[in-house]
């Protein structure tokens, strides 16, 4: 598995994605491409070396141009952890930049994820002793709060500051001439070991980005939505809210 090539998909005229992994276990984040005449842009970093090394021959055999930037959609390890292999400049919220260089600081590595795995033992990680002896926590380098747009070449990549339950500094990046929004993690809930109860996702979140101007909708650990299949899940939810009032 690890050698073979990735498939990566393509959804409009620059953006591509690697879907993320089915297998839960593997918590293997989607990661967006964007191709512009002279820039890749990579939203998201996947969550080890070996991932990212594999996104790079993916890229090379589409002959995407080099890879030029990283953008967080938030600090997660398995957003960021990938970063290092690249050697390019990160793009982030300014809490991102806090959030990283605290675990930075105190090495949460390693360790972070060994804490996952006793808490998760099926947890699969494609991490190897060499590869640990490499990782380094990339810090963004470049940083924004509110909303930003960045121009690479003819695309304008808007992010937006949206925050949540799940992660505060939670970006939403908008690939605006494609219609696609990446969405990140941020109208989950709270990771379960920080509040293993409340397992609701933030539909208020998600109903505000929708957007007439976007039909794809990319969040981290779903297939990629298109805007009917969100107006579905808002619907159902907001028919189940209706079920649960009417039991009172
Ligand atoms: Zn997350």
Redesign the pocket.
Known sequence: MSDSLLTLTQLSPHVWILPRHPDKNRVQATIGMVLTENHTILIDAGNSLQLARQIQAALLAIDAPPISHVIYT?H?W??TFGACVYGVPAIAHQLSLQFLTDMRQQNLGETHLRTKVERNPKLILDWTAADWATFEIMLPEITYEGEEQYHFDNVTLELQHVGGV??ADSTVVKVVEDGVMFL??CY?PA?RYENPTDQMLDMAMLSNLLDEKYDHYID?HNAPMQTRHVRRILRSQALLARLNESRH
């Open positions: 938030h997660h398995d957003h799940h992660a990140g993690d989950y990771p981290g």
